[in-house]
């Protein structure tokens, strides 16, 4: 257990569908990362957030969006759904936003959009 | 990020150890060598990094080459539950301005009984 919860685990939505994936970094990480995996694409960045503001991004489609609360937790909003966004989306913390630490793992929020 | 090139697959018998090879010729001096794995559709998991010498913890040991080009993991004593990709990642230790992890394709390490 890395000590980082997701929910919900499994979501099945109908294209053109909005969603709310949930993330829960581990006690005293400041820092979370989002990635997809999809069968295609294999694991991809797709932002950071550290401490309530964006950090860095990647190949993060504009109908996709993030945000970190106050208490650290993280959504991943996703709208427009289409086909081709079903994927694994995890949520990584770690304790500082520029280090070398490592980054810990949620479950994973499994997708489906048919 | 530097790139790194991995075995797309390897075998191991249970009980061996595990040597899992990684090339990163372009690795810079501000870059570590991170390993992860990701067992079936579970979330990645770390498992070591280090700078230039080697490393041990309770999970592998991670051997660099003195010129930094490749290292190897090493799982002393394989078991089932070690079935997994694993992912060699290069990332930048200071000086950069983003810490993501960039996976490749990984080698699915496949422990057989």
């Known amino acids: 257990d890395s000590g980082v919860t997701q929910t919900p685990k499994h979501l099945i939505t109908a294209t053109g569908q909005r969603v709310t994936l949930r993330c829960s970094p581990r006690s005293g990480d400041l820092s979370v990362y989002w990635y997809q995996q999809s069968l295609d694409q294999g694991l991809q960045f797709l932002i950071q957030?550290?401490?309530?503001?964006?950090?860095a991004k990647g190949n993060i489609l504009e109908r996709f969006s993030a945000q970190q609360f106050p208490d650290l937790h993280s959504e991943l909003n996703l709208s427009s759904l289409e086909l081709g966004d079903s994927a694994l989306y995890f949520c990584?913390?770690?304790?500082?936003?520029?280090?070398?630490?490592?980054?810990?793992f949620g479950p994973g929020t499994r997708l489906t959009v048919t | 990020d530097a790139k790194t090139t991995q075995p797309t697959s390897m075998d191991c018998a249970e009980g061996r150890a595990a040597n899992l090879p990684c090339n990163h010729s372009t690795i810079s001096g501000n870059e570590y060598v991170y390993w992860y794995r990701q067992i079936h559709s579970q979330g990645p998991q770390y498992i070591i990094h280090?700078?230039?010498n080697n490393e041990t913890n309770e999970m592998a040991s991670l051997i660099i080459t003195e010129d930094r080009k490749s290292s190897t993991l090493i799982l002393p004593h394989a078991t089932l539950r070690d079935t997994a990709v694993y992912y060699c990642?290069?990332?930048?230790?200071?000086?950069?301005?983003?810490?993501?992890?960039?996976f490749g394709k990984g080698t699915l390490l496949t422990v057989n009984p």
């Open positions: 957030y550290y401490n309530g503001e964006e950090r």
């Open positions: 990584a913390s770690s304790p500082w936003d520029r280090s070398a630490y490592e980054q810990y």
């Open positions: 990642i290069v990332r930048v230790a200071w000086g950069g301005s983003n810490y993501k992890l960039t």
């Open positions: 280090g700078l230039k």
